[in-house]
């Protein structure tokens, strides 16, 4: 079944705790990205990465981190500095042709 | 960069009525226009996009939209909705020269009453 898995579905953060989302992806795609929806308020852009071993910071990358160790993962940690960490966190893989496709997701809420 | 502006935040129209979903985008020489819908606690699907060609793109579910360089408009209509069609709708557009530049709208949330 090919496609983009995000984990875990629902996630929940203590203060002061660093939190880390998984998105995986099996369509052989090089550019990966994440994003943040809270609202009313869009998509946005957190970090995005073209190829393994390099990511550039997208619109409101302060307090997140990544990594691109494989082609096929591309996990997102949302650290104890992200003061409002609370939103759907959404990852996405690129064609060639600049189509993005999404995984379904995971909610982060704080206790 | 580009940018995308959803004209309406929310629409609510009758089961089987016409219905139109605005969006804007900023100038530019050439762009990419892409319409995505998203159910609750669910990730982004591809509903329809411009690339090239005909201006007037359709989707599998009868939505169409038409790609309107003059007043930079890529509006989304159905002449028909069902119920199922209840959901958020985003437009984003993408400059195809730029990695990072595919912008969305803040949503269109479609209700669709019996």
């Known amino acids: 079944d090919g496609g983009i898995t995000q984990s875990p579905k629902y996630l929940f953060r203590k203060e002061g705790q660093n939190v880390t989302l998984s998105c995986e992806q099996n369509?052989?795609?090089?550019?990966m990205y994440w994003y943040r929806q809270d609202p009313g308020q869009g998509l946005r852009l957190i970090y995005y990465?073209?190829?393994?071993?390099?990511?550039q910071k997208g619109d409101i990358a302060e307090g997140y981190s990544v990594s691109r160790e494989k082609k096929e993962s591309f996990p997102l940690t949302v650290t104890s500095a992200q003061k409002n960490p609370t939103a759907f966190y959404l990852c996405?893989?690129?064609?060639?042709?600049?189509?993005?496709?999404f995984g379904a997701g995971t909610r982060l809420s704080v206790l | 960069a580009q940018s995308v502006t959803q004209l309406d935040s929310q629409v609510p129209v009758f089961e089987e009525a016409p219905v139109e979903l605005r969006c804007n985008y900023s100038?530019?020489?050439?762009?990419?226009l892409f319409w995505y819908v998203q159910y609750p606690n669910q990730g982004l699907q591809l509903l329809l996009k411009?690339?090239?060609?005909?201006?007037l793109v359709e989707s599998i579910n009868g939505f169409e939209a038409e790609f309107n360089k003059s007043q930079t408009s890529f509006h989304l209509r159905k002449p028909s909705v069902h119920i199922s069609d209840t959901a958020e709708y985003f437009c984003?557009?993408?400059?195809?020269?730029?990695?990072?530049?595919?912008?969305f709208g803040a949503g269109t949330r479609l209700t669709v009453k019996p």
């Open positions: 369509l052989n795609h090089d550019a």
């Open positions: 984003a557009v993408s400059d195809p020269s730029e990695s990072n530049d595919m912008r």
């Open positions: 990465s073209q190829i393994v071993n390099d990511f």
């Open positions: 411009y690339l090239s060609g005909s201006t």
């Open positions: 996405a893989t690129k064609t060639a042709a600049n189509i993005q496709y």
């Open positions: 100038s530019s020489v050439s762009v990419y």
